[in-house]
């Protein structure tokens, strides 16, 4: 009797350990491939199609977006941002949305199809107040979906926080990591703290870049405030992701006073460094040297 016992026993464990192995590869099968990096087009057929480029790491870690051709005359913006479509990420997520103002890209002019896209962050979702409304409303739900913000920008000159000559003063916007404030309060009590994170990045940039004129610099717009210099860009994406959101939230400025290939060079390197520093993986990030971004401008125009 104990014999038969054990016999019934033992058969039910084998039984069940078949179940499991079955049911564990039938699961395994029915999960569909990944497709990485997954691309959703919006507003496909019109004008103002915007592509997004979603690429997940098997590991979970924080999702950096990246934003960039908002004005269509920073080439060195967009062709940076797509740089960053084919990455293959470990660990984090990446969105990246190299052309937001696709009308403004192919005009290669700061405005698109209804005046400047950055300062219509301010308006109220799901109102047609321009023909720009939609695209918007895309970018704030994709805000809304991220742990940190980037948006990418060339600009004329280079920023200083001591006015040194025409070409570089505080008013210039080259060679920067734009924050809105320097710590911003959460209502849970937290803080974020915009200037220690944009400094980081900045040194982690630096310590790549070999000529310090072309050292990226923290510019502090401190646009809530009485005495901001820049108060139009409480209209802004970044102070919209700040403000509005809650996220961590950059512009990354190159300047438009050097080739294109040296803007997309410090463009990827403030990016890597945005990176590096937030604890994204990725098998092998964008190459940084002019000389290989320079082979693959050529290649595309062939
Ligand atoms: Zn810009």
Known sequence: MANHRRIFILG????????????????????PPKINPTVQKYFSGTSQEVSVYLITGEEK????????????????????????????????????????NLPAVLKKTR???????????????????????????????????????????????????????????PLRWGQCNVIDAPIFDLPNGDKLELARFAEKVAARSNAVIKDKRYYFQVNNTNTAS??????????????????????????????????????????????????????ILAESLPRTDPATIRAEIREKKT
């Open 111 to 169: 405005h698109g199809i209804s005046g400047d896209m950055n300062r219509l962050f301010h308006m109220p979702e799901r109102k047609n107040y321009s023909p720009d409304a939609k695209v918007v409303d895309l970018a704030k739900d994709l805000i809304k979906s991220a742990d940190y913000v980037l948006n990418l920008h060339q600009g004329e000159g280079f920023y200083s926080p001591k006015w040194i000559s025409h070409k570089r003063n």
């Open 61 to 100: 870690g924080p999702t950096l977006l990246i934003f960039a051709g908002i004005h269509g005359d920073e080439a060195g913006g967009y062709l940076t941002a797509e740089r960053y479509a084919a990455v293959k990420v470990k660990k984090g997520t990446l969105i990246v949305v190299p052309r937001l």
């Open 12 to 31: 039910c464990i084998v039984f069940l350990s078949l179940v499991f192995i079955v049911s564990y590869f039938t699961s395994k099968r029915n999960v």
């Open 226 to 279: 009485r005495k901001s210099l820049h108060k139009e860009q409480r209209r802004s994406l970044t102070y919209y992701a700040l403000y509005k959101q809650h996220k961590t939230a950059l512009a990354l400025e190159s300047t438009k006073n050097c080739s294109l290939s040296q803007a997309i060079s410090f463009l990827t390197i403030a990016t890597n460094s945005v990176i590096a520093e937030v604890g």
